[in-house]
């Protein structure tokens, strides 16, 4: 379904490439002290781009951090609000020597925009701005109320844009939100992710000897720490998959069947992910469910790192005194981060070795989310989707975690449309990080055309 917002996309198709080339310019890593003052461009570029698409109210809030930008267009009475999330920060470029070209001078190549930034997030936050462009430029309104709310922060944990958003929830009230900040399952596949894992994240030190004691004089006697850590780790999860931790398994409801239905559309072949995405010799977790169920709908316990003792070159026959492990558990939705952390604290005072003292301390919590297939609005933008692209939509979940969704969520009371147009090979926080100017021109009209319907169909 052709559009006259279509034919102005066409038109300015130029003009929307080299204005990303511009916003790609900006080094705005969040995480590097040196590169405050290229923040503090990107987000002054934001705030110019929203005034252009024709919207209101524009504010650059200052935080503890970085600055937030916002805006809105609220003159559509009786229509739907639409809440739309980005962020303008990027990850640093290193390694340098490994991008073909420089991270920060955008490069066309192959169909795709080569640059930090480029696919994650700047890219496909930006075809929010120039879908609205699009829309008001030819009708001189909009189908539904709009608000912006971008963030510079979402590389380094987002914690201001948490704070804000609890705090006006009146400010940022709306029927939906929609984030591009996902990628479709495949070339030419639309998909909507419609579930998010919860993600439980903790520092678990083990203490035993006051000093670090020679293992000839002491060993065999005294507790070791790092062997206390991995004693007790190992017993979280059994050989074949599953987590022994009390209750875990308590509040996990399979997936809807539509989604199931829908995964089975997919082009998925578990050779191919176990040769060409893991590249090991075999897959793990629990077999009796499918691999794409294991990664999207299934709880998980993963060792990140552990630290103690001796590391170095050479030898020193040391039983240390402290041991770090970093873990962490997935949640899928329904499960209660508070409820799981406590049944793992009692299962560590269970099982830790004798003469071993545990301390265990959360770093970050937040629940998975799951939204109805049939939720009216994801039905619009799976059909919008769908038009586009020419062929169903797909419903996928991810296994990851976007913290403002679930603030979203918790604060707002709405659900949360991720709308991707990356690429599963883009190299997101990678070397050579590109994004498709194909999906970024069908970005821009698939979310036009999303607009128009829901807009249509009223509240």
Known sequence: ??????????????????ELKTFLRIPSIST??????????????????????????????????????????????????????GHYDVQPADPLDLWKTPPFEPTVRDGSIYARGSADDKGQMYMHLKAVEALRAVNGTLPVNVKFLIEGEEE???????????????????DVALVSDTALYAPGV?????????????????????????????????????????ELLARVKNPRGEIKIPGIYDDVDPPAPAEKESWERLPFKERDFLKKEVGSTKLSGESKYSVLERLWARPTFEVHGIAGGFTGAGSKTVIPSRATAKVSFRLVPHQDPDKLIESFRQFVKKYAPRGIQIEE?????SPGLVVSPNHPAIEVAARAMSEMFQQPTVFVRN????????????????????????????GLHSPNEKYSLENYYKGILTISHFLEQYGAQGQ
């Open 32 to 85: 590097l002290p040196e590169n405050r003052a290229d923040i503090e461009h990107a987000a002054q570029f934001v705030s110019d781009g929203l005034r252009e698409a024709g919207l209101e109210n524009i504010e650059v809030i200052a935080t503890e951090k970085h600055p937030l930008v916002y805006a809105d267009w609220l003159n559509a009475p009786g229509k739907p609000t639409v809440l739309f999330y």
């Open 399 to 426: 296994g990851a975690s976007i913290p403002i969704v679930g603030d979203f969520a918790t604060h707002l009371k709405i659900p949360t449309i991720l709308m991707g147009f990356g690429l599963p090979d883009d």
């Open 156 to 174: 380094v944990g987002g914690a201001s844009i948490a704070k804000f958003v609890a705090a006006n929830p009146q400010k940022l009230k709306a």
């Open 1 to 18: 379904m052709s559009t006259a917002s279509d034919a102005f996309v066409e038109i300015n198709r130029e003009r929307f490439l080299e």
């Open 361 to 365: 301390r959360v770093l970050s919590s």
């Open 190 to 230: 639309p998909t909507l992710c419609i579930g998010l894992r919860g993600l439980v994240y903790l520092e678990v030190e083990a203490s035993g000897p006051a000093r670090d004691l020679h293992s000839g004089l002491y060993g065999g006697a005294a507790p070791n720490p790092v062997f206390g850590l991995i």
